[in-house]
């Protein structure tokens, strides 16, 4: 069970994820208007997630996350694809990430490498069920299935990203604690050689989306050692700091956190509203530092000059 990010972390103060797949994809024309979203490129655009994927390696991103958060088998299979087909999109997704990594550090210098990450990593994205709903439930958590019922949704996929060759999961945008302890069961008992990070969707700095108590959550978790570092996503950049300083106070786990750009989401309508009044990921990357965040990146609308503000000023 090796910890790359751990690994890593022992060469460089922090890590740099990536930013938004779908925001980017479509800047290329790629519609994600469906319930797949970013996972529809993987049916018809596979070069342009490449592009996407290189263009957050090239901003300075040390991870990158696969394009399947929202990739999951039986949403592939409603729209007509056979259970191979779907498991075909979520183990390419995987071979895409891979494949732009290889690319592109075989073409830096040695010079080059010694400014980056020791071992880039690609980390499988595993969303949670609310956003198989597609109906805005990752930012609620407003729904309650069995832990047999987690278990049934979230081990195909694990699966095929273990087999694939992922280097850790990253449980992303969990806004329910019921389903978050079932994912780290999950990840105890059948993929004892891997590990991820678990990142909360949160309602602000001190609750999860369902309205547990970040402390209680990230403290749960302290007793999972394949839980390797813990944090928060998907969230308004403002509730990061707050949040960190909430989440240090509970673990020593490096902590992960990866908001969106400052963009307003209503998830009736599906869109986006700019805020004037947020800052900057060069304002703030270095606070988000300080209060103990070790591993920084983007989420919803995020782009790679975010990324590359973040490696600026982690540098």
Not at 32 to 53: E, G, M
Not at 148 to 162: I, K, Q, S
Not at 172 to 178: K, R, V
Request: hydrophobic share 35%; proline share 5%.
């Amino acid at each position: 069970m090796p910890d790359l990010l751990k690994k890593d972390l022992e060469n460089q103060k922090a890590l740099v994820l990536d930013g938004a797949m779908a925001t980017e994809l479509e800047k290329r024309g790629v519609n994600t208007d469906s319930q797949l979203w970013s996972a529809a490129a993987l049916i018809n655009h596979p070069q342009a997630v490449k592009d996407v994927h290189r263009s957050y390696f090239e901003a300075g991103a040390d991870v990158a996350i696969t394009n399947t958060y929202q990739a999951n088998l039986d949403s592939f299979q409603q729209i007509g694809f056979t259970p191979h087909q779907a498991s075909k999109m979520v183990t390419n997704a995987v071979k895409l990430a891979q494949e732009v990594r290889t690319e592109f550090y075989s073409n830096l210098s040695t010079q080059e490498r010694q400014k980056r990450a020791k071992y880039p990593l690609i980390a499988g994205s595993v969303g949670p069920f609310g956003a198989y709903l597609a109906d805005g439930s990752e930012y609620t958590g407003d729904y309650d299935l069995s832990e047999g019922e987690y278990l049934e949704f979230h081990e195909p996929r694990m699966r095929l990203l273990d087999a694939a060759g992922i280097d850790l999961f990253a449980f992303e945008t969990q806004p329910n604690f019921e389903e978050a302890k079932a994912i780290a069961n999950l990840l105890e008992t059948k993929f004892a050689n891997r590990t991820g990070w678990l990142s909360f969707s949160v309602k602000d700095a001190k609750r999860l989306c369902d309205g547990t108590p970040l402390e209680e959550a990230v403290a749960y978790f302290n007793d999972y050692p394949q839980i390797t570092a813990i944090g928060v996503n998907c969230t308004r950049m403002e509730n990061i700091e707050e949040a960190v300083k909430t989440i240090r106070s509970v673990t020593e786990k490096p902590i992960v956190v990866y908001p969106n750009n400052g963009d307003i989401y209503n998830p009736e309508t599906k869109k986006w509203k700019p805020d004037p009044s947020s800052q900057s990921f060069s304002d703030l990357a270095p606070k988000w530092l300080n209060a103990g965040a070790t591993i920084i990146g983007g989420c919803c609308r995020t782009t790679p000059n975010d990324i590359r503000e973040v490696r600026d000023a982690l540098n």
